[in-house]
């Protein structure tokens, strides 16, 4: 008996009935002989390897199976039948190979894997080296966090603008995300300022650095929809409106002054301070608010001065707006030197200039 019948008899044995040692010694035979062979099978001979594949692989462990994914990952005409249920294979160590490498599986079954199969698989996907939108899509609604990062990531990887709606909603609170997101180069305008109006300083900072040509421009438009979005927000308040009430309530009676700024402040009471000095000044709420949420002491000095408050009651501002983390005493001793050396009219034209810009 020549060796090639010998092999086709074996072949022939296990895909019949032999047992799963002799299917896994049988595929990798199978295998060596496709690999080796590949660039000159006609379409024929790729359809006749998919067919034996896939009887091979019946109920064969795991292993076997991976190791056939490793095999066939990279090669330009692996059998489509196979790959796909490599792809589809509930291990993750069979399907991943496949999922990340296979240039033979295309995106609707790149995009039905995301749909159906676990965060495993969609974490494999995210690392193909080119990804469609309709794939990412499904990634960035579908997928976990790390699988997000890692989509936003990859820089063959397209974003639709339904995805970067959905990334930047995702990355309110999340800095590693959210810094991910802004710094790909092609993330428009719109998004890119939806996701600095929300961002924390520190990665308002790096993105501002990543795209240093809109900086001056960005800055602005960024403190208009953050103005817009809080200003919305300060009036739907349960709290605000209180707040406001009771302010009123002491202005109507005269009794609204700088001490009771002081004790509200001296209380924590953010909302009521905020409150008073919006009524005393004649100023919206939501200005004054973006004043006492601000990174910069001068902002608050500025109100503050401009209401011709003691310098007691700006300190008790000043604590209550700086939260559990407080001021060292050499910020504070700074603020006070500004704060008296501040001229009165100087502050009122800052703030008449802030409501001329509104």
């Not at 792809?87 to 069979?94: C, G, P, Q, R, Y």
């Not at 989509?151 to 990334?167: D, F, W």
């Not at 790096?206 to 809080?230: C, K, Y």
């Given at each position: 008996?020549?060796?090639?019948?010998?092999?086709?008899?074996?072949?022939e044995?296990?895909?019949?009935h032999?047992?799963?040692?002799?299917?896994?010694?049988?595929?990798?035979?199978?295998?060596?002989?496709?690999?080796?062979?590949?660039?000159?099978?006609?379409g024929d001979?790729?359809?006749?390897?998919?067919g034996?594949?896939?009887?091979?692989?019946?109920?064969?462990?795991s292993?076997a199976?991976?190791?056939?994914?490793?095999?066939?990952?990279?090669?330009?005409?692996?059998?489509?039948?196979?790959i796909?249920?490599?792809?589809?294979?509930?291990?993750?160590?069979?399907?991943?190979?496949?999922l990340?490498?296979?240039q033979?599986?295309?995106?609707?079954?790149?995009?039905?894997?995301?749909?159906?199969?676990?965060q495993?698989?969609?974490?494999?996907?995210s690392n193909?080296?080119?990804?469609?939108?309709?794939?990412?899509?499904v990634?960035?609604?579908?997928?976990?966090?790390?699988?997000?990062?890692?989509t936003?990531r990859?820089?063959?990887?397209?974003?639709?603008?339904?995805?970067?709606?959905?990334?930047?909603?995702?990355?309110?609170?999340?800095?590693?995300?959210?810094?991910?997101?802004?710094?790909?180069?092609?993330?428009?305008r719109q998004?890119?300022?939806?996701?600095?109006?929300t961002?924390?300083?520190?990665?308002?900072?790096?993105?501002?650095a990543a795209?240093?040509e809109?900086i001056?421009?960005?800055?602005?438009?960024?403190?208009?929809v953050?103005?817009?979005?809080?200003?919305?927000?300060?009036?739907?308040?349960?709290?605000?409106?209180?707040?406001?009430?009771?302010?009123?309530?002491?202005?109507?009676?005269?009794k609204?002054?700088?001490?009771?700024?002081?004790?509200?402040?001296?209380?924590?009471?953010f909302?009521?301070?905020a409150?008073?000095?919006s009524?005393m000044?004649?100023?919206?709420?939501?200005?004054?608010?973006?004043?006492?949420?601000?990174?910069?002491?001068?902002?608050?000095?500025i109100?503050t001065?401009?209401?011709?408050?003691?310098?007691?009651?700006?300190?008790?501002?000043?604590?209550?707006?700086?939260?559990?983390?407080?001021?060292?005493?050499d910020?504070?001793?700074?603020?006070?030197?500004?704060?008296n050396?501040m001229?009165?009219?100087?502050?009122?034209?800052?703030?008449r200039?802030?409501?001329?810009?509104?």
């Amino acid at each position: 008996m020549t060796a090639k019948n010998a092999f086709l008899n074996e072949l022939e044995l296990a895909l019949t009935h032999g047992p799963a040692d002799r299917r896994a010694k049988t595929l990798r035979r199978v295998t060596d002989l496709f690999v080796f062979g590949s660039s000159h099978f006609s379409g024929d001979h790729v359809a006749l390897f998919d067919g034996v594949f896939e009887h091979l692989i019946a109920d064969i462990e795991s292993g076997a199976r991976a190791a056939l994914a490793e095999r066939l990952k990279s090669l330009a005409n692996a059998p489509p039948g196979i790959i796909r249920t490599l792809a589809f294979d509930d291990e993750i160590t069979v399907a991943g190979p496949i999922l990340t490498s296979s240039q033979n599986i295309d995106n609707a079954a790149l995009v039905e894997n995301a749909r159906t199969k676990s965060q495993d698989h969609l974490l494999a996907i995210s690392n193909r080296p080119a990804l469609v939108e309709t794939v990412t899509d499904v990634l960035v609604e579908r997928g976990d966090r790390d699988v997000a990062l890692n989509t936003v990531r990859n820089a063959g990887a397209k974003l639709s603008p339904t995805g970067y709606i959905r990334l930047v909603r995702r990355s309110e609170g999340d800095d590693e995300l959210a810094q991910s997101v802004g710094s790909r180069p092609e993330i428009s305008r719109q998004n890119f300022l939806k996701l600095l109006s929300t961002a924390s300083k520190a990665v308002r900072v790096a993105l501002q650095a990543a795209h240093p040509e809109n900086i001056s421009d960005i800055e602005h438009v960024v403190a208009e929809v953050a103005t817009r979005i809080q200003s919305k927000a300060a009036t739907a308040s349960h709290d605000y409106r209180a707040a406001q009430a009771l302010v009123g309530a002491l202005h109507f009676a005269s009794k609204l002054t700088g001490n009771t700024v002081e004790n509200f402040a001296r209380d924590g009471k953010f909302e009521e301070t905020a409150a008073a000095l919006s009524l005393m000044g004649g100023w919206p709420i939501d200005l004054v608010e973006r004043a006492m949420v601000t990174d910069r002491e001068e902002t608050i000095l500025i109100v503050t001065k401009a209401l011709g408050l003691s310098w007691q009651t700006v300190n008790a501002v000043l604590k209550m707006c700086a939260g559990k983390g407080g001021l060292g005493p050499d910020t504070l001793e700074k603020s006070r030197v500004i704060y008296n050396g501040m001229k009165r009219e100087t502050a009122e034209q800052v703030m008449r200039y802030q409501l001329s810009r509104r």
